[in-house]
């Protein structure tokens, strides 16, 4: 996990096994993404999902 990344509490051992699969494939997908880019890929945006 990179520091700005917070460790969510599941209920069971499947949740957390496709959670960390979505966010292993997430993660691979940006850094190809920033790769296949370059210098013309924009900065990481702020986003908060938490509530208003």
């Known amino acids: 996990m990179s520091a700005d ?10 949740i957390r ?3 960390t699969e ?3 494939n997430v993660t691979s997908h940006v850094a ?3 790769g296949a880019l370059g210098t013309v890929a924009v900065a990481r945006p702020s ?5 208003r």
């Open 5 to 14: 990344t917070h460790a969510v509490a599941v209920k069971t051992w499947r």
């Open 17 to 19: 096994q496709i959670a």
């Open 22 to 24: 979505i966010a292993t």
């Open 32 to 34: 190809f993404l920033r």
């Open 47 to 51: 986003i908060s999902a938490g509530t």
